[in-house]
């Protein structure tokens, strides 16, 4: 079956770039999801891509797709404490509306 | 904007009870899901539904069953509430490729 796979933590000073990485394993998969988690809330989308694209950029968010390496990266420039969540990567199976979910990286902003 | 509701933010039961938890969305919404989430698992997918009246099991659906009567409405129950069940209940809706989630009910079985 799928499987998505994610560092727990990362910590970074404000200011500086973070960036998130994600494995997947099915190569099948159309839609590569990024969900933030705000303490205390439930998940909101924060950008997704087609699995037919390498790169999409929106405002300070950019996803980087490698599918050779079934790797999906988000980077967020200009980190801010607002930032400080915890993000999901997760994949959508062609022709499914199952959604696999990654455990989840812990960003830590330092000011 | 898409709303999701929870039922409870918070709930504590004891081991043995019966208990449910409803969502409900306001977008008309043909899929809804429930999740569980724990530190270092991430979301496991519990059971989803794909209309009225149907449902499929996800990974984790041992001990859960789902009750979606109507629409906008979609029920977890628990038939009898363990200690392994203390967990943040997620429920989501999608009508495409974007999921909508409600704000999660933490639920404390003692």
């Known amino acids: 079956g799928e499987d998505v796979e994610q560092s727990l933590f990362l910590s970074v000073r404000e200011g500086d770039s973070s960036v998130i990485n994600c494995t997947y394993t099915d190569s099948s998969s159309t839609y590569l999801y990024w969900y933030k988690q705000e303490p205390g809330a439930g998940l909101q989308l924060l950008t997704y891509i087609f699995s037919n694209m390498d790169m999409k950029q929106d405002q300070r968010l950019t996803v980087l797709l490698n599918k050779k390496d079934k790797h999906l990266s988000l980077r967020i420039a200009d980190t801010q404490t607002g930032d400080s969540a915890i993000y999901f990567c997760a994949e959508k199976l062609q022709g499914y509306q199952k959604v696999t979910f990654g455990t989840g990286t812990k960003l830590q902003v330092i000011p | 904007d898409v709303k999701v509701t929870q039922s409870s933010r918070y709930l504590v039961k004891r081991t043995g009870e019966k208990v449910f938890l409803e969502c409900v969305q306001d977008m008309d919404h043909e899929n809804m899901f429930w999740y569980r989430q724990d530190p270092g698992l991430g979301l496991r997918l519990i059971y989803f539904?794909?209309?009225?009246?149907?449902?499929e099991k996800g990974d984790i659906p041992e001990g859960y069953s789902v009750s979606r009567e109507k629409k906008e409405r979609f029920s977890l129950i628990l038939e009898s509430a363990s200690t392994n069940q203390t967990s943040m209940y997620l429920c989501a809706t999608s009508a495409t490729y974007e999921q909508y989630f409600g704000p999660g009910t933490r639920l404390t079985v003692t």
């Open positions: 539904s794909y209309d009225v009246k149907m449902k």
